[in-house]
């Protein structure tokens, strides 16, 4: 198993309220990333953070935003909760070693927006 | 641009057959290839990649995968199947453009008592 945290694990919240979804590596791994899945088993990647200070939209467009001021910590903020964003949240991180190097991902939290 | 498909959305097979789960693969150059699966209600676990070097990798919990370059393919296969296989297998490959890692939609294993 990596060193890979995600919390909450489960969350159920209103329409309208503020969620921070919080991922940490203890691996010391530069690059970090985001994947929503859907019910139907797709994954999107919607931000992903090569280092301290750096972050990037991925493919599938999202209302979330991401930080990353600490190596390793990436939270995930949605200011305003929708049930559009009704979806389970992978976390992954790996270390920066080109084409080769290896996502390990968290073990995922699951949101439902009332 | 690359991509890796995932042709069977389900495979059943009895406890104790061998198992094989579909993916190809179309990339621009020589590919990276990785296997995960997905225990209900976890996040992916890492199984195994392919590199470069010998066409057969062994992986994790008694997995292999067989990359076929005149097949464009990189089958996970296991000798004899477990009920505790059960789980979601996704297929990805490394985009040669961007570094991120291209994920196929995924195979729901099921083995049967």
């Known amino acids: 198993e990596a060193d890979i945290y995600q919390t909450p694990r489960y969350l159920v919240i209103g329409t309208g309220k503020k969620i921070t979804l919080e991922c940490s590596q203890t691996m010391g791994h530069d690059k970090m990333y985001w994947y929503q899945q859907d019910p139907g088993m797709e994954l999107h990647l919607i931000h992903y953070?090569?280092?301290?200070?750096?972050?990037e939209k991925g493919d599938l467009s999202s209302e979330s935003t991401v930080s990353r001021i600490r190596t390793e910590h990436f939270p995930l903020t949605l200011e305003s909760a929708r049930p559009s964003h009704t979806s389970q949240y992978l976390c992954a991180s790996s270390e920066s070693r080109g084409r080769q190097e290896t996502q390990y991902f968290g073990p995922g939290t699951r949101l439902l927006v009332l | 641009a690359q991509s890796v498909a995932q042709p069977e959305d389900q495979v059943n097979v009895a406890e104790g057959n061998p198992l094989t789960v579909k993916c190809t693969y179309s990339v621009s150059g020589n590919p990276y290839l990785f296997w995960y699966v997905q225990y209900p209600n976890r996040g992916l676990q890492f199984l195994l990649k392919y590199i470069t070097g010998d066409n057969l990798v062994k992986g994790s919990y008694g997995f292999e995968a067989e990359f076929n370059k005149s097949q464009t393919s990189f089958h996970l296969k296991k000798p004899s199947a477990l009920v505790s296989d059960s789980a979601l297998y996704f297929c990805a490959v490394r985009d040669w453009n961007t570094d991120k890692l291209i994920f196929g939609t995924g195979t729901r294993l099921q083995v049967f008592p």
């Open positions: 953070s090569y280092g301290v200070n750096s972050t």
